[in-house]
């Protein structure tokens, strides 16, 4: 994943997209659908991480729950495996919101609403959001394999 850094953005989907490709279950409708929630959510950063939250779609691609079981519960074991996901990467970056990343990859937090802000903020970042997308991809493959 970190080699398609220059060719993708949008961490999400880029988890998604690599779910897909490599073991199925994820459809091209979600990945679309998760697209939004790049950037911490509108790119407004004060969110979860896109790379988390990919990696959680994925584990509810799986594990969560249909629609047609909406009033049938709520499906602990996607929540278990939602909440193992969240703590490990929270050990791993030290939070889980983009805002956190950025200041653990950058030392600042970046408007990405302001052309010069979002340019600078990709400078900074380095690759360091595309390893964190292959980490969790990684994660998050080995659960589903």
């Known amino acids: 994943m970190a080699s398609s850094k220059a060719k993708y953005l949008g961490a999400d989907q880029c988890v998604l997209a690599s779910v897909q490709e490599t073991i199925g279950i994820v459809s091209d409708e979600t990945i679309k659908a998760v697209h939004g929630l790049s ?3 509108g790119l ?6 896109g790379a988390l939250t990919g990696g959680l779609m994925a584990l ?6 249909d629609r047609d079981q909406l009033d049938k519960g709520r499906r602990i074991n996607n929540f ?4 193992a996901l969240v703590e ?3 050990e ?4 889980i919101t983009c805002e956190d990343l950025q200041q653990q990859f950058t030392g600042r937090t970046w408007d990405m609403w302001q052309p010069d802000e979002y340019k600078g903020f990709s400078e900074a ?5 595309a390893e964190a997308t292959a980490l969790v991809t990684k994660w998050v493959v080995e659960e589903l394999g």
């Open 44 to 49: 407004m950063a004060t969110g979860t991480c």
């Open 125 to 129: 970042r380095g690759s360091k959001c």
């Open 88 to 90: 490990r990467f929270r």
């Open 60 to 65: 509810s691609a799986k594990y969560g729950r």
């Open 92 to 95: 791993t970056f030290g939070g």
């Open 39 to 41: 950037g911490g959510g």
């Open 80 to 83: 278990r495996k939602g909440k």
